[in-house]
């Protein structure tokens, strides 16, 4: 079992940016592909980000040119570098991880808990 830990997560002015980190403990980290969810309030979970296990992303159309996401699988970790931000990007951010490289929510079978990003105008 794969145990995610989010951090990075703030409050930060439109235009700003941030870098989300998740951290993983299995030491087969490197064989699963990596994701990043957010969930605004009142809002369903929607797909950011997800990174293949041989590195290769793909990008929710509403973040690409703004947010990249990598992994460095000598440290378990996995980034989301956020650029740009917006209002609309205000939501909590998961880290997911899976043995499917897909952009549903139930290709994912690890969770991080969640970290809180606040972008204000």
């Known amino acids: 079992q794969v145990q995610l830990v989010e951090s990075g997560g703030g409050l930060v002015q439109a235009g700003g940016s941030l870098r989300l980190s998740c951290t993983a403990s299995?030491?087969?980290?490197?064989?699963?592909?990596m994701g990043w969810f957010r969930q605004a309030p009142g809002k369903e979970r929607e797909f950011v980000a997800v990174?293949?296990?041989?590195?290769?992303?793909s990008y929710a159309d509403s973040v690409k040119g703004r947010f990249t996401i990598s992994r460095d699988n000598a440290k378990n970790t996995l980034y989301l570098q956020m650029n740009s931000l917006k209002p609309e990007d205000t939501a909590v951010y998961y880290c997911?991880?899976?043995?499917?490289?897909?952009?549903?929510?139930?290709?994912?079978?690890?969770w991080g808990q969640g970290t809180q990003v606040t972008v204000s105008s």
């Open positions: 997911a991880a899976g043995l499917v490289y897909g952009q549903m929510i139930r290709h994912y079978d690890y």
């Open positions: 299995g030491r087969t980290f490197s064989g699963y592909a």
């Open positions: 990174i293949h296990w041989g590195g290769s992303p």
